[in-house]
């Protein structure tokens, strides 16, 4: 099975972004495992400054696994976490949108 690609755009509230890419940086191992656990294996994040949009883009193995990436605990702590700095639903799962696909160059 080839990998799946997704794109999605999320939203920061004005003046974290330090805040934000500090905690990224200091991403935390049992998070990093349950990402590669889910079949993330390439996951990366974009900031538009003009707007604090972020536009994220992750590889993926097909599976199960990903799926089930919102119930484990530390990913719920993780939303808890970023949630005073982020757009989100009622749950602290970021507002996410989907980015569909309107280019690919593979050469």
Same mark, same amino acid.
């Given at each position: 099975?080839?990998?799946?690609?997704?794109?999605?755009?999320?939203?920061?509230? =004005?003046?974290?972004?330090?805040?934000?890419?500090?905690?990224?940086?200091?991403?935390?191992?049992?998070?990093?495992?349950?990402?590669?656990?889910?079949?993330?294996?390439?996951?990366?994040?974009?900031?538009?400054?003009?707007?604090?949009?972020?536009?994220?883009?992750?590889?993926?193995? =097909?599976?199960?696994?990903?799926?089930?990436? =919102?119930?484990?605990?530390?990913?719920?702590?993780?939303?808890?976490?970023?949630?005073?700095?982020?757009?989100?639903?009622?749950?602290?799962?970021?507002?996410?949108?989907?980015?569909?696909?309107?280019?690919?160059?593979?050469?």
């Amino acid at each position: 099975m080839s990998d799946e690609i997704l794109a999605f755009r999320m939203q920061l509230k =004005p003046g974290v972004v330090p805040e934000y890419k500090k905690r990224h940086d200091e991403l935390w191992p049992e998070l990093a495992q349950a990402l590669r656990a889910a079949g993330i294996h390439d996951y990366s994040i974009f900031l538009d400054e003009g707007t604090l949009s972020l536009f994220a883009v992750l590889k993926r193995k =097909p599976g199960k696994a990903f799926d089930e990436l =919102p119930l484990q605990p530390v990913m719920r702590r993780w939303w808890d976490y970023m949630a005073p700095l982020m757009e989100v639903e009622a749950d602290n799962k970021p507002r996410q949108w989907s980015l569909p696909s309107v280019f690919h160059f593979a050469g």
